[in-house]
């Protein structure tokens, strides 16, 4: 199934921010960096080419998936859990502002914490 773009609540959050900015449309396709013809098609229940829906939601500073019709599983919930410690360790690796040795350091304390945790929750803590 290919997911679709839900055009009513994608033009009601886009009215919503538009007005709370006290923009004309034409105004906020200018920011938004899209044609004002784009919008209007938006509003005449047309689906946009990626590139647009991408700075649309870029601009409204909301998720893509927020607006499809048939989200990622991680978003509906549906997703299988990651291993938590992976997960951790790839928010750490991301960070700029730590030293390798800070986020090793960060890891060792959440792992040693996980497992603490883990051990409790069976009974054996």
Same mark, same amino acid.
């Given at each position: 199934m290919s997911?679709?773009?839900d055009l009513a609540q994608l033009t009601g959050v886009l009215e919503a921010r538009i007005t709370a900015d006290d923009l004309s449309w034409r105004q906020a396709a200018g920011k938004?960096? &899209?044609s004002p013809a784009l919008l209007s098609r938006l509003r005449n229940g047309q689906q946009p080419d990626l590139t647009s829906y991408a700075k649309i939601v870029r601009?409204?500073?909301m998720s893509a998936d927020e607006f499809l019709r048939t989200p990622a599983?991680?978003?509906r919930g549906e997703a299988e859990q990651k291993e938590l410690t992976s997960? &951790?360790?790839a928010l750490l690796r991301a960070r700029s502002d730590l030293s390798e040795s800070d986020k090793r350091y960060l890891e060792e304390?959440?792992?040693a914490t996980l497992t603490h945790v883990r051990s409790a929750k069976r009974g054996e803590g």
């Open positions: 997911p679709t773009i938004i960096g &899209v601009w409204l500073d599983p991680s978003v997960e &951790v360790s304390i959440f792992r």
